[in-house]
């Protein structure tokens, strides 16, 4: 048996078609075998009537021989109108049961018997034609030869009856055990019959007994355990499970019901995750929205102050610019009119608007990301130094100082130009903005993640509050010097485009501590 074949026959399905196939096949067998029942009780039926029907007509004919037979003696010893007529009357119905014995039969053998018991009767009919010659030619054996052979002419002459006689009385004989071995077959099988119905009773009461059991104790209570836990699943209860035993249908669709459940609130908790998480990220995404927007906000005002910032900015030497070149005009004809002076303060403002709109150009196209970088893989140690000396005669002038500290060589992929000018920048910040005399600190380090440049003054320093806000163009922080506001903006839009960032911090002496951070990923890159 297949593995398929026995999980059927452990199903609910097997077990109701095998109840079904095995009432279908005993009800065929009670069919058959009462229709064989009734065939064969018809055949005894048939054969008893025509069995029956033979006996009647030879039993009969015997009767009318012997009658015959003795008319025609009485006819012979007492002649009379009545003794011819009763001899006439034998005769005739003799005859007549003749010609009923010829009638159709089934067999070959009844037949054979039929032709031979309506010639043997023919014969006996022939015999008794001339019952007076019969009786004389007994008499006459009578008187010659005695009363011996007066009797065995009496046997000679009725030899035809004797002859039908016997035959009658064995087809008497064989019809009686004809019909009776039909009726012994016929009570067998009725019997058998009987049995078979008590048989097939038990079965079918067992067979139903055993429908109703299943449809009672399994599809009842399965099918109401199957309903309430649909119910509950569309009420929403996916925690409930309908958990039938067994191996059929039902409990595969109980398992199926209770996977799906489980599969139904699986796929719920990951929508309610999903849906956290998208509140999460619409919650970020709106925060950082809100920040951009206030980032925006913020950009704006500050293009705003720009603006205003640039006019005020450029106001300034271009009034100069304009005062010194009417004065100019207005006294170039006086002897002691020296024009080299002015153009020397007309020359210096206009230096100084030229290197604010540069600075100015610089910085927007580093915030563009427009700024184009020539990066070599440099010792920031080897930079400082350079730069250091740039600023160390002025800075020994003004009576203060440019140190470069000592430690280990650290590397960055940057642009030697642009560096400088953010160094610069920073160094022209510390000894503008602090007093005369200040001392500027320059070191190099590398770390895991970074490298770093830092510039340190032992300044006054900056108040942390404001720091951050000092990278914007054109902000100046309470000092004593004079500028643009453009230094550290420039600074941190260079090192922005470098990938790194700037920051300020104070020092430990109380100055300020200027910080520009590379990335190391930019140093790993080259060295590869």
Not at 131 to 154: C, D, H, I, T
Request: with cysteine.
């Amino acid at each position: 048996m297949s593995v398929i074949n026995r999980f059927q026959l452990f199903s609910l399905r097997g077990k109701l078609e095998a109840s079904s196939w095995a009432g279908l096949i005993t009800t065929a067998i009670l069919t058959a075998l009462l229709l064989l029942t009734a065939w064969t009780a018809g055949d005894v039926v048939r054969t008893a009537r025509q069995t029956h029907q033979r006996v009647r007509i030879y039993t009969q004919l015997q009767a009318m021989v012997h009658e015959f037979e003795r008319a025609s003696y009485q006819q012979v010893r007492e002649p009379s109108s009545d003794a011819d007529r009763e001899v006439a009357r034998c005769a005739s119905r003799i005859r007549a049961l003749l010609e009923e014995a010829r009638e159709p039969v089934s067999s070959s053998r009844d037949r054979e018997v039929a032709g031979r018991v309506v010639q043997q009767g023919r014969a006996v009919l022939e015999r008794f034609r001339d019952p007076a010659r019969l009786v004389e030619q007994v008499n006459a054996k009578w008187r010659a030869f005695g009363s011996r052979e007066a009797l065995k002419e009496v046997n000679r002459i009725s030899e035809p009856v004797t002859v039908l006689d016997s035959t009658l009385q064995n087809e008497i004989q064989q019809g009686d055990s004809e019909v009776a071995a039909a009726t012994g077959r016929a009570q067998g099988l009725i019997g058998v019959a009987v049995v078979a119905s008590l048989i097939g009773l038990l079965l079918a009461v067992g067979f139903s007994l055993t429908v109703h059991m299943l449809l009672r104790m399994r599809l009842r209570p399965g099918l109401a355990a199957l309903e309430s836990g649909a119910q509950a699943f569309a009420a929403g209860d996916l925690g409930h499970r309908i958990e039938l035993s067994g191996r059929d249908e039902l409990s595969r669709i109980s398992t199926a019901f209770d996977a799906m459940a489980t599969t139904v609130s699986e796929k719920q908790s990951t929508v309610r995750e999903v849906q956290l998480g998208l509140e999460r990220t619409v919650q970020l995404r709106t925060e950082q929205l809100q920040l951009a927007n206030a980032k925006l906000s913020a950009a704006d005002e500050r293009r705003r102050a720009f603006l205003a910032d640039v006019s005020h900015e450029l106001r300034t030497p271009l009034t100069i610019i304009r005062g010194e070149t009417q004065v100019a005009l207005r006294t170039a004809d006086q002897s002691d009119f020296d024009a080299n002076e002015v153009l020397e303060r007309i020359l210096q403002q206009t230096r100084d608007l030229s290197r604010m709109v540069d600075d100015l150009f610089l910085i927007a196209r580093a915030e563009g990301g427009g700024l184009p970088l020539e990066r070599e893989m440099l010792d920031l140690h080897d930079i400082a130094g350079r730069v250091a000396a740039d600023f160390s005669t002025v800075a020994g002038e003004a009576g203060g100082s440019i140190k470069i500290r000592a430690g280990q060589p650290a590397f960055a992929l940057v642009d030697p130009g642009r560096l400088r000018r953010a160094m610069a920048a920073l160094i022209e910040n510390a000894m503008r903005h602090c007093q005369p005399g200040v001392n500027v600190q320059i070191e190099a380090y590398s770390s895991a993640d970074v490298t770093v440049i830092a510039v340190s003054d032992d300044g006054p320093g900056i108040d942390p509050v404001i720091a951050p806000l000092l990278f914007e163009r054109f902000r100046r922080g309470h000092t004593r010097g004079e500028g643009s506001g453009l230094g550290l903006s420039l600074v941190s839009a260079l090192v922005e485009a470098h990938g790194g960032r700037a920051y300020l911090q104070p020092t430990s002496a109380g100055g300020t501590r200027a910080v520009m951070e590379f990335p190391v990923s930019s140093c790993a890159k080259a060295a590869a």
